[in-house]
DNA sequence: CAAGATAATATGTGCAGACATAATAACCAT
DNA sequence: ATGGTTATTATGTCTGCACATATTATCTTG
């Protein structure tokens, strides 16, 4: 006894028909109900099946019009954007970092301008090192809205990184997240040990509370680093 | 009357909760049966409310031992991997494309290797440069297994571009994707008319149908590119 | 024939109840 | 205490049903 028919082997099961090609690119697949009395289940657990793989970006839904295979078969990536401290102990290595910066100043303006923070305002700025073993990892450059975190101003950041003590003291918010490539520049080369103009892989992150900035991080990677997930 | 309450409420007033603080990373949330009560619908739709947040990686859940706000709030983000022509075109360009290789050899030992295919065998090379109106977007470079897509090989690339072409022409399928940052090569830097040694943004995608591999496709963009998404 | 009203329909969502499953907690015997 | 067995419990999933909603198709009507 036990599994009747699941989600996931409904889920399975429309998989296998649109990857043998029975289903192609394009093609509108049977309605909810059909499938349901085919595989012998209930129409919700077909919809629960069809929704994930829509959400998968595998298929297309609409009301009325029905449900149909995805003409673009590799719309979304799902990426895991792990706590450094977890990306390199998963390697194997030991995850150290060294605080470089840890002061109030002003930032660069497109930082400025990209937090909503006034022209001249001084904000916490804090530069982190992580390790994996002794070699460099990646290159943490972070600004904290002042008025966002007061907390972090007496923060210990040589104990506990500056992404740790946030996650730990800030809740969680909404942001934006981008990736791109950036040359090193010579301040970077030498903290990542790298060559001058080497090809960095970046990740910036923007942290709202409330529509205010709390922070802003970019992370640049040592050189090789990749990125990666299945589809 | 309309909605009662929905499971976009219960997602919206715990992400409110969980954003004022009132339940700080790693605090044990309610049980679904409480919640149920306390915001009087059933406890299928806290069920829905909070599966789906788990999967954002709002929240973590385990069987008897409850839900929990996730101490690590950014761990997930979702990027849409848009058709080269649509994210041209939604940018208000036009998008061209010019096919600039279209020919059987060896593919370099590294994407060999990683296709599985047997040394010194040869696959159908494709390389096409993608403009946004008149300027360079990026540089698409696809090795296709003739073995496993034989029709590629009297397909006419440059009507339709070889991304286009493998959509509508083969099933959904699995693979494997990448994302990271590679200085220009002198013949990249003259395609894209970027500076040679310029840090390209590189998505590389392994396409497979049933364990073996179909294409392999490195994408490198014009410098200054950004990949970006919310949270 | 075109514009607007109306019906038909596929998916979207909610509910109540039942049982499955994993993991903890409690218990018991050695 | 210690190890193993047995409740207990929170989430996981399925069912059958009802109604909501967005679209398409059809049927009016000027």
Redesign the interface.
Known sequence: MSRLTSYRDIKKMV?DR????AW???ALIPRETELAAEFGCARATINRALRELAQAG?LERRRKAGTR???????????????IR?EVEESGATHRHRLLTCEMSVPPAHIAARMGLPLERTALHVQTLHMADSAPYCLEDRWINPKAAPEALSADFAALSANEWL??NI?????????????ASDADAEILNAAP??????VE?L?R??QEAVTHVRIAYR?G???????
């Not at 295979?69 to 706590?83: N, W």
């Not at 809740?171 to 040359?183: Q, T």
């Not at 103009?197 to 970046?202: E, K, Q």
């Open positions: 998989l649109i990857q043998s090609g192609p690119p394009g595998v295979v995805s003409m673009t078969p590799v719309r979304k990536a799902t990426l895991d954007i792990p706590l977890r996650v730990q809740p969680i918010s909404a942001g934006e997240i981008a990736f791109l490539a950036e040359n103009g080497a090809a960095l892989f970046v992150r942290t509370i409330a050189p680093y990749r990125m990666t997930t299945g589809i």
